[in-house]
């Protein structure tokens, strides 16, 4: 069964509000977790390392204050897109590692459209 | 130069035949390496890892490491029209703290 999910599993948002997608890892602790977003077509593009109790670490390229990041708790990342635009249109997927510190598993991602 | 590098496809291979799968890596300090099937709409799912030269079995599935040439492989056997997908290679560095470096993908079909 799933090891990972994520809420919501779609949104629809206008242009300028802000979205919050949630990550949890169901049945163990996940100190590390990790965003992706993938367009169509496309491969997927690792955004940030969220770190409990601590600052998320942003790939090159990746606004920190457009996709915030926090993770509460063990078993909780959250990332917030603020001020959506239509670019901001994406598949947004976290994963976690699971059974040591190298297998990750992914949540079933978030599709996000902003219109 | 990508540090994971797939041929993106597409691989055409009739249902019960054997679909190869490669993958090379530039970077010698990569660990740990793995297989992903992502279908279309949807996130990758894992199906294999592998640490260690050689082969490892599980099911239908073969994954295969040669550190020396750099290079892993995932071969799928007696192949499914239900194994038509993306297949992403993955390595870590097990000094960047579980972070994945993923290729493209190769995409996979299988025909019936």
């Known amino acids: 069964g799933a090891v990972v999910s994520q809420h919501p599993s779609w949104v629809i948002c206008k242009s300028g509000t802000s979205v919050k997608i949630e990550c949890r890892s169901l049945d163990f602790q996940a100190t590390t977790m990790f965003w992706y977003r993938q367009f169509p077509k496309q491969s997927l593009m690792l955004m940030a390392t969220s770190n409990e109790g601590s600052k998320a670490t942003y790939e090159q390229g990746v606004e920190k204050d457009k996709f915030l990041i926090n993770h509460a708790s063990l078993t909780l990342s959250t990332l917030t897109v603020t001020s959506a635009h239509p670019e901001d249109s994406s598949f947004y997927i976290c994963?976690?590692?699971?059974?040591?510190?190298?297998?990750?598993?992914f949540g079933p991602g978030t599709r996000l459209t902003v219109t | 130069q990508k540090e994971v590098e797939q041929n993106s496809g597409p691989l055409s291979v009739p249902e019960g035949a054997i679909a190869s799968l490669n993958c090379t890596y530039s970077d010698r300090v990569s660990q740990s390496f793995f297989w992903y099937r992502q279908y279309s709409g949807k996130s990758p799912e894992l199906i294999m890892s592998?640490?260690?030269?050689g082969d490892k079995e599980d099911g239908r599935f073969t994954a295969q490491l040669n550190k020396a040439s750099q290079y892993v492989s995932l071969l799928i056997r007696d192949s499914q029209p239900s194994d038509s997908a993306t297949y992403l290679c993955a390595a870590i560095n097990t000094g960047t703290a579980s972070k994945l470096t993923f290729g493209t993908g190769t995409r996979l079909q299988v025909t019936l």
């Open positions: 994963s976690a590692p699971r059974q040591g510190p190298y297998e990750q598993y």
């Open positions: 592998i640490y260690s030269n």
